[in-house]
């Protein structure tokens, strides 16, 4: 019986040391999540600014008529 009961101990130990290591896991990933938003957020608006210039410029070039 007490074997059985050292068992379930260990595993029980295992697993609230598997359940802190993915919590921690788990926080990591929503922070790095967090910047790679903000970074392709960042990126689309450089993207649509670039874009708003680049039709202005079109925009100017005179037409040819053919």
């Known amino acids: 019986m007490d074997t059985e009961i050292n ?34 957020k960042r990126l689309n608006e450089k993207i649509d600014g670039a874009k708003s210039r680049l039709e202005g410029l079109l925009n100017r070039l005179p037409t040819t008529t053919g």
């Open 7 to 40: 068992s379930l101990e260990a595993k029980v130990a295992q697993f609230v040391t598997l359940c802190e290591r993915l919590r921690a896991e788990n926080t990591t990933l929503r922070q790095q999540l967090a910047v790679a938003q903000n970074d392709a």
